[in-house]
């Protein structure tokens, strides 16, 4: 295929090798640019970047008309691109790192929705799918459709004809986009010298604020008392010694990480047992709580999950109105502070009262996690 890029391409697609070698041109190392203005730009926008992607905000502002073809501009916005993956590789969280990944598909995904078919086939056969008249080979497919968990996508759903596997236009962008996400996966995150992190540290701190505001948004500050009756009964059993299995140290480092508990203040609930030794506590917290490296966003199982693991006790009333512990949780803190608000003589109490936060008090409806998804095909909706 004999296309070739224009700058403004190069901005919109970053990832692709030949972006990476228009930024490359610009003969300053990124360790050395961060120590320019244009840097500190690109710093910033790396940051903007990160916060986009943490509000599930991939939208361009505008159209990609709009999108500048000034090469200083494009070699910022590229800059920016690497940055961020600098930027949330040196904070080593596991959740900062599964939103950019996911914010830089989406991204690349809405692009792609407006540009002519010479360029998505471009970007598609760098993304390792060579797609023709809306075919392709079965093998590729298999590999970019098996990141798509919809029935649609199974090949038994599929119309195969002579090893070539039909698919429409739009689907033809979604398997892109699922391939870029793959891509961004195996590659985001990267090792960065510690004195790299260093320098920018300032920007990191912003960006971690940022997330610790997401988390509070969504659960407020941590209050123990709305703890689902299986999260506290690992805690009991924690604190009275007994040998927990695996899966109940998961779903409790899970569960507290993502609610908000801070490292020490998780390792601090499992100091509770008899047998705690911290270089181990510290090691497993740091896994699941993806602080010690990259990869996989962990949230706590579904209900139905933690039932398998044999893990679900104590149930109560509210139980049975919900399929996720983190629900449970959040609920039940709505239901405590609107008692505590009734009994102090207050009207329209809300938790999440603080400025510039969603004060729709009665949706349980809306998705509970808010920026924060569950794993792939784990839903935390109320039952209805
Ligand atoms: S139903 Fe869900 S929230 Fe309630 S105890 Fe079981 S796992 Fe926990």
Redesign the pocket.
């Known amino acids: 295929m004999k296309i070739a890029l224009d700058v403004r391409d190069f901005g919109k697609y970053p990832f692709l090798k030949e972006s990476q070698a228009f930024l490359s041109e610009y003969k300053i190392p990124l360790d050395e640019l961060i120590r320019t203005d244009n840097g500190k730009i690109a710093l910033n926008h790396a940051v903007s970047r990160i916060k986009r992607a943490l509000s599930g905000h991939a939208g361009i502002v505008g159209s990609i008309a709009s999108l500048s073809n000034d090469t200083g501009r494009v070699r910022i916005e590229i800059a920016s691109y690497a940055f961020s993956r600098i930027l949330v590789s040196c904070a080593k969280d596991r959740y900062l790192i599964s939103r950019l990944t996911q914010f830089e598909a989406d991204r690349a995904y809405l692009l792609l929705l407006e540009e002519n078919d010479d360029i998505i086939e471009y970007v598609a056969s760098r993304m390792g799918l060579t797609i023709e008249q809306n075919e392709l080979q079965l093998i590729p497919y298999v590999e970019a459709a098996v990141q798509i968990s919809l029935p649609k996508w199974r090949l038994v759903n599929r119309s195969v004809i002579r090893g070539m596997v039909k698919i429409s236009n739009d689907e033809k962008i979604e398997l892109i986009r699922a391939k870029i996400l793959s891509f961004q996966r195996q590659n985001l995150h990267q090792a960065v010298p510690g004195s790299i992190c260093e320098e920018i540290l300032p920007f990191i701190a912003d960006v971690i604020k940022e997330h610790q505001e997401k988390i509070l948004e969504q659960f407020g500050s941590v209050d123990e008392t709305s703890y689902?009756?299986?999260?506290m009964?690992i805690i009991t059993a924690v604190t009275k010694g007994f040998n927990i299995p695996h899966t109940a140290r998961f779903a409790l480092t899970a569960f507290l990480h993502t609610i908000g508990l801070s490292l020490d203040g998780i390792i601090e609930v499992f100091s509770r047992a008899p047998d705690f030794s911290i270089e181990k506590t510290q090691y497993q917290v740091e896994h699941i709580s993806g602080r010690s490296g990259y990869g996989t966003d962990y949230t706590p199982p579904l209900?139905a999950t933690?039932?398998t693991y044999g893990?679900?006790?104590?149930?109560?009333s509210?139980?049975e109105k919900?399929?996720?512990?983190l629900t449970?949780y959040k609920i039940k803190k709505k239901e405590l502070i609107k008692k505590k608000g009734e009994k102090s003589g207050l009207r329209n109490v809300n938790p999440d009262s603080s400025p510039g936060k969603n004060t729709n008090e009665d949706d349980d409806s809306s998705d509970v996690t808010g920026t924060r998804s569950y794993k792939e095909g784990e839903n935390d909706d109320t039952k209805t």
């Open positions: 689902p009756p299986c999260m009964a209900c933690m039932q893990i679900c006790t104590n149930k109560d509210l139980c919900v399929n996720h512990p449970y």
